[in-house]
Every structure is written in C-alpha cells, then in structure tokens.
C-alpha cells in the first residue's frame, strides 16, 4: 500500500513533536555548567600572565560532552560525577556553578532564562575585533548553547513557570550536596551582588517560602519531562547496536538495556530506531514474540518518517523492503525456515523491482541459509556483488560445495578466495568468520589437528582497533550470542576433550559462555558419564544438550539405551534420527549424522543379533556415503566396525590388514577414546593371528601386553572403567598365556581392586571394540 502525496503533510505534523528536544532542569544544569568556565576563560585571558592549565581545559571539554550526551541525570549524580576526582576540575568554577545555581533557584524565572541568555551574549558574540568569542558558533557546545535557546523562546510563560518549578524540585533533591557542603555561607549568599541582605539572613525560611510557593502551581501538562533528547537516543542507539555486532560483552546487559530502550521508547514513541534495537536484543535472548513486535514497530514508524521527510518520489520501497529482509532474516535465526522464505521472496521481488543490488546480495545470503539444496544453488549463482556481499557468498557457497560431496580441495580453494577479499578490504568480521568457517569443515572432513589449529588462530587473533581506548573496540563474542569466538571456543574445548586435557577443556569452559559452548560442555559431559555407566547423570546432560542439538543429544540417548542392553529402545531413537536425515539435507551435520547413526546401529545388531551379512551391508553403504562426502574419519571409523565384525566372523588376517592400514588415521586425528579402542582391536588382531606356540608366539604376546599398558591409560584418562576391566583381563590372559605368573596375579589383583571400586555388570559392549 503506498501512501499519497496528500497525506504528506499531515504526518509531518504527526512525526514534528519527536524531533523537538524538551527543556529540562538537566540541560539548564549543563549551561550554567559552561557558563561559568567560559566567564573563567574570559577572565583568565584579561589577567596578565594568567592562563588555563591544559589538563583543566581538556577535562572540561570531555566533561562537558559527555554531560550533552548522557541522558538527563539527578542533581545528586551530577555532584558526584564532578566530584569524586575522574575530571580535573577548578575549584572556583565548581564554586561558580553552585552560586549560577542558587541564584536560578532563589531569583526566579528571569534569573533562569537570564542564564541562558546571557551565556549566549557573553560567551558566543564577539564583543571586538580584538576580543572574539569564546565559543564558536559550529562547535559542539555552540550548537548545543543555540538550541536550548532556541527551545527556550519557543515555550510558552505556563511552560516557562513549569520549568522553574521542575528546576527547584530538581534542585532541592540535589541539596546539600557534596559540592554545597565544601562552599562557605557567605559565598553561597554573595550571589553576584544581585541578591539583597534579607536573603542573607533568613535563607532557610526563602527556602522553605519558595517551596511553598511552588507547590501552589498545578503542574501544567504543556511542558512534558523528558529523559533523552533526540540526538541523546540516536548516540545511545548507534553505540549500543555497534557494541552488539563487534563486542557483545561491552554492551549492556539484556535485561538492563531493555530497560533503558522503554525508557527512550517512552520519551521518543515516534523514533524507529531505538525498536530496531530493541529488536537486536530481542534476537539476542531468542525472544520471538518481542523481536516481531519490535521489528514491526520500527518498520511501521520508519515508513512515517520517510513519507514525513518527503523522500517518496526518491524510494518508496525502501523500507518495505529491508521490513522483508529483516523479517526473513529473524525467522532464519529462529528456525522458522519456510516463513523465512517467503520474506526473502518478497524482499528479491521489491528489491530487484527497486535495483537495490545490496539488498539483493543480502536476501540471497539469507534465502541460502533458510532455503533448500536446489535454492541454494540458486541463490549463490555467480553475479556481480560489492566486497562484503562477494566475501558472505564465497562462505556460503564452500558450505554448499562442502555437503554436496565436492573435493576438499575445491572448497578451500574457495575458502581462499573469500579470505583474500576479506584481507583485501580490511573486514575483520569476515577474517573471523572465515577463519571458524575453515575450521568447521577441517572438522567436518575429520582432520581434527587442523581444525584446533585454525580455533587457535581465532582465538588469538588480535582484532583491538586503536580508535579510544582500544580495549573497547574489539572483535570478541566470548560471552554472550553465538558468533566466531564462540564457535572457536566451543572447537578449543571440543580439541581439548577430544584429546583428554579435562583441565584444558574445564578452563576454556569458564572463559566462554556462547550457546556452542554450552553445547560442547553438555555433549562432553554426557560423554564421559555414559563411559562411567552413569545413567541418571547421563540422562541429565543429554537434556540439557536436547536445547542447544536435538539430534545429537538423541545420538546420544540411543547410546546410552544401546550401553544399558535396551535394544529396542536404542534402535527407535536411530531410525527417527535416519528418517530425520532422509528429509532434512540442508544442514552441515545431516550425513555426518546419518554415518554417525548408521555405525551406531551396526554395534547394536552386531551385539544382539547373529546375522552379520545385514551389519556388514550397513557398514559398507556408511562407508561408502563417507568416502562419497570425503567424510575420511567417519570412513575410518567404519572400516575399524569392519574389521571388528571379520575378526568376529573369524577372517583374522583380513581384519589385521584393515586394522593396520585405518590406526594411522585414528591415530593422528582420533580422540584419546577411539585410540584406545583402535589399539585394543589391533592387540586382539595380533593374538588371533599369533602362531600358535613357540618363542615367536611368546615374543608377539609379550608386545601385546606391552600395548595394552598404553590402551589402560588412555582408557583411564576419559574415566571408561567399563573397557579399562575388560583390558586388565586381557592382559591378565596374555601373561598366564606366555607363564609370567608375577605380571598375571598383579593384573588380576588390579581386576579386582577397580571391581570392587566401580561395580560392573557384564555388557554386552564389552565385545563391541569399536
């Protein structure tokens, strides 16, 4: 719906009051502030040899700015920002600043718009050639000096009163205050000389009368207080939303700026922007019902605002298009992915219509992300883009090569691409998120060494900008919503885990607090829980991690069934995970899950089943989609399932082959678990194809039982008690075997003493090596 030219007018005079800054006892409080370091300045200019030290003038210029831009505050908190020692400031101004002050509150309204007034007289006019003005017109303090006064002669006299009274109210709540309290009772009555004798004598009861006085005003509902200005909200907004995209732990805390976002809402109905920002908080706490009321809210008010600025005949899509973008957008975040894509239709439709070509290159970005295999490809044909808009495409379009089986090298060639235009151009935020992004898929193809090293590179990335004081504006999401650094310290903590450093991976644990994080932390945990056999612990992990990766955490649930002997229940959880991944095929994880649910469900009809033909078929289609997917651990991982089976089926020397030729693999990339059991399935290889006696047969026992020390103490490090009993066994028959009685009873004894400190039942596991 367009709206036209004849309504124009009549939203400007709906849209005129927000952009109308209200006069309030604050922003008097301010120019008195300025008032009198600018009469100080003239007066240090008269004296001879007399001038301003550069720390007081510097602090003041920092001061005074940060009181423009700050929201109006209480006297009380305005005494203490200028006393407790953060700004050099002069005694006699402060001194000064106290006299302005009482003579507005004991004198009245003409000494209130006295000050104004005479501050732009003595401080903005060149009074000669010789003597120019101390505060220019163009600069800050001279725009903000013209503009209270020009609100100031734009109220009305009842508003004027009203102001007064709001000043005295302000006034008296600040009384005495730390700066009043440090003044002598004849500087506070030598107001100028303008003040009479009478005041001197009987203040307090002045006091006292003038509150009296002011309270017989009924407040007039003309003048309106109001927090924050205008300009204050569009300072707050842009740092805020900054903070959000490039520092997350610098900004305000969610609950806290939502709060401040109502009180600015309730100032400024009219402004967008600050519901814009209300919407990226929302986001931030994955609020949907409060994100789609603010991203409404702000598009409704935005469209207002242009036809009021009369900008129609330019754009009038404008803001109906990037409505749609940022709905699609929103419900990407949120899962809703078919919704998703009807935003990013109608966001291309307005947009190509417009020739917008960034908006464009944006609703292709999020209709990859939301859409379907076939969408995606679609979306990421090649067509001319700007740097950033090329540098998000080259990401998505390797995470597109990447699950549709392209070789490893032709994606991070790809890779290399976008990383070039990143350096190129200086995108720090790119540069981040192509470096997580490389190290996901050095994960995905199972080179776990690779991807730790790229984690590494993240995190130690030195992103500080030495623009202010440097700590502020840096590229870091160790807290907060999800984003490079949390993804980088979710893969540190996974690495870190993967290889047994428990206390590594606890320390990065409490460094990040990223939803990934979380995840990594509650996948580890239900981990190590279900190789102590710790089933109720376990089952509360695996929740947990159910709200962060639903299907993981059912990978996880059938693991836990298929270790308790649950059949039943473990084969229901794999076939709902199989048919998930039969209809989902647009995500990262789907056949790394599917591999990953297919070798599970081999070990469970491997251990309760005899058919072997039917495991070994399952087996050899896994591995085959992993070698298609160039998936080479899942592959290694299958071939070991493999070779387990043969050695159960009696091909000994065919499974001793395969065991050999996969180790090295899980070796250099497998956790400290899967190289455990890989070397406890290559002992068992060597025993079954041992000769049977002789020195040769002894020597090969031997060096079994001196491999499976290795396999106890990596058993021991991820606390699998389970396998760590089974391997004290074996190695208590390779030594009755080759007769060392000695090395045999201690095996035993240990058997015994770990029995006896965590209780066993015989699992069916303990047959399933791998």
Not at 302 to 316: E, H, L
Not at 368 to 385: F, K, Y
Not at 387 to 405: I, K, S, T
């Amino acid at each position: 719906m367009e709206l036209g030219n004849e309504n124009i007018d009549f939203i400007k005079l709906i849209n005129i009051k927000g952009y109308v800054d209200n006069i309030t006892p604050h922003k008097i409080a301010v120019v008195a502030f300025i008032r009198e370091y600018g009469l100080l300045k003239i007066e240090a200019k008269d004296m001879i040899d007399c001038t301003m030290a550069p720390k007081y003038r510097k602090d003041f210029c920092i001061l005074a700015l940060k009181l423009i831009q700050c929201p109006d505050m209480e006297f009380k908190e305005m005494e203490a920002l200028l006393t407790d020692g953060r700004y050099n400031l002069l005694s006699v101004h402060l001194q000064n600043f106290c006299v302005r002050l009482q003579n507005i509150y004991v004198n009245g309204i003409n000494a209130l718009t006295d000050c104004v007034t005479s501050t732009i007289d003595k401080l903005m006019i060149d009074q000669s050639e010789t003597n120019p003005c101390v505060i220019t017109r163009c600069s800050v303090l001279g725009f903000y000096l013209r503009r209270i006064m020009l609100y100031l002669d734009k109220l009305s006299f009842v508003q004027v009163a009203s102001l007064y009274k709001a000043f005295c109210i302000y006034y008296q709540k600040g009384t005495p205050g730390l700066m009043m309290r440090s003044l002598s009772k004849e500087k506070l009555n030598n107001v100028e000389g303008q003040a009479s004798t009478s005041h001197a004598a009987s203040e307090e009861a002045k006091q006292q009368e003038l509150f009296i006085k002011i309270n017989i005003f009924d407040r007039d509902n003309s003048f309106e207080e109001c927090q924050w200005s205008r300009k204050q909200a569009e300072l707050f907004t842009a740092q805020q939303a900054n903070l959000l995209q490039i520092n997350e732990k610098k900004a305000m805390q969610p609950k806290q700026l939502q709060k401040t976002i109502m009180q600015i809402i309730n100032d400024l109905p009219e402004y967008p922007d600050i519901h814009f920002l209300s919407f990226l908080n929302c986001i931030r706490m994955k609020e949907f019902s409060g994100a789609q009321d603010s991203l409404y809210n702000c598009f409704d008010r935005a469209v207002f605002n242009m036809c009021g600025n009369g900008n129609v005949s330019n754009d009038r899509n404008k803001n109906f298009r990037y409505a749609a973008l940022n709905r699609a957008a929103m419900h990407t975040q949120f899962g809703h992915k078919s919704v998703a894509m009807e935003g990013v239709r109608e966001a291309l439709a307005v947009a190509q219509e417009a020739a917008d070509g960034a908006c464009l290159a944006h609703a292709a970005a999020w209709g990859a992300l939301a859409g379907g295999r076939a969408r995606r490809a679609a979306l990421l044909a090649r067509v001319p883009r700007p740097p950033r808009a090329a540098a998000a495409a080259v990401q998505l379009m390797a995470q597109h090569a990447a699950v549709n089986a392209a070789r490893p090298a032709d994606v991070f060639q790809i890779i290399t691409k976008g990383d070039s235009i990143n350096y190129l151009h200086s995108m720090t935020d790119l540069t981040m998120a192509g470096l997580s992004n490389t190290a996901a898929l050095w994960g995905l193809y199972g080179k776990t060494e690779m991807a730790s090293v790229n984690c590494q590179l993240l995190l130690n990335l030195n992103t500080k900008c030495n623009v202010g004081n440097g700590s502020v504006w840096q590229w870091s999401e160790g807290v907060g919503a999800s984003g490079p650094m949390g993804a980088a310290g979710a893969g540190a903590l996974c690495a870190a885990a993967w290889r047994g450093r428990t206390h590594l991976a606890t320390a990065l644990a409490a460094l990040f607090v990223a939803p990934q994080v979380r995840s990594a932390i509650a996948k580890h945990q239900a981990s190590a829980a279900l190789r102590a056999a710790k089933w109720e612990e376990a089952d509360q992990y695996i929740r947990q991690l159910a709200s962060y990766d639903r299907w993981e955490s059912q990978l996880l649930k059938a693991e836990m069934y298929f270790l308790k002997g649950d059949a039943t229940d473990a084969l229901e959880a794999l076939h709902d995970i199989l048919d998930y991944c039969k209809t989902e095929d647009d995500s990262l994880h789907f056949m790394t899950l599917r591999l990953k649910a297919m070798i599970m469900m081999s070990e469970v009809q491997h251990t309760f089943s005899t058919i072997r033909s039917t495991n070994i078929m399952l087996l050899n289609e896994a591995l085959s989609l992993a070698r298609k997917y160039h998936l080479h651990y899942l592959a290694a991982t299958a071939e070991m399932h493999i070779a387990n089976v043969q050695l159960h089926m009696g091909c000994t020397k065919n499974a001793l082959a395969l065991v050999r030729k996969v180790l090295p693999l899980i070796m250099e990339h497998g956790s400290i678990y899967d190289l455990a059991r890989g070397t406890l399935l290559y002992t068992k290889c060597r025993v079954a194809t041992a000769p049977p006696a002789g020195e040769a047969r002894a020597q090969v026992m031997q060096s079994c039982c001196e491999a499976l020390d290795t396999v106890k103490e990596n058993f021991s490090k991820v606390g699998a008690q389970a396998r760590l009993l089974h391997t004290w066994y074996l190695q208590a028959q390779l030594y009755n075997d080759i007769g060392n009685t000695i090395a045999r009873n201690h095996c035993a004894w240990m058997y015994r003493q770990l029995e006896t400190q965590h209780p066993a039942e015989p699992f069916n596991m303990l047959h399933i090596m791998y």
